[in-house]
């Protein structure tokens, strides 16, 4: 298993697809300013997008709910990991503190940054996932910031 690299959100965008669609897409970055995008749902990129902004929904979304379960529980997320891309996806798992146990959990990687950032968790992914994935600078000027797609 390789290294752990610390990773921030750097923001959810929309992409046109090579078929003309449009789809989500989260931006991961490293200390070294490498960048891995993850294709997400829409309603993930939406939690995303409201948790980096700080918006609070009327009432609360499934995220939202979770993390409030959590804290009722005396539970913690501790950090998220994405760990693994195989032909084309990404695998990660959540870790939760409970009675000074950690907890791995399998979850999908939009649910763990989702989560890790409502709870100001780290998030990390495998050095091996990240050379594998990183993109070119380039590669993402056509993106548009989710606000605008709004």
């Known amino acids: 298993m390789g290294s752990l690299v610390p990773v921030s959100v750097r923001g959810v965008y929309i992409a046109e697809t090579a078929g003309g669609a449009f ?3 989260v931006l991961l970055e490293d200390e070294n300013s490498r960048i891995v995008p993850i294709f997400v749902g829409l309603s993930e990129a939406m939690s995303i997008h409201n948790a980096l902004s700080g918006e609070v ?3 609360p979304m499934t995220h939202d709910l979770f993390i409030s379960i959590m804290e009722s529980l005396n539970a913690r997320i501790t950090k998220a990991l994405i760990d693994d891309l195989d032909e084309g996806v990404f695998y990660a798992r959540i870790t939760i503190g409970f009675n ?3 907890h791995e959990i399998d979850a999908r990687p939009s649910d763990c940054v989702a989560l890790a950032l409502r709870s100001k968790a780290s998030i990390h992914m495998r050095e091996e996932v990240i050379s594998g994935s990183c993109v070119d600078k380039s590669d993402l000027e056509n993106l548009m910031n989710i606000e605008a797609y709004l």
């Open 100 to 102: 000074s146990v950690e």
């Open 23 to 25: 789809a989500p897409v």
């Open 57 to 59: 929904t009327p009432r």
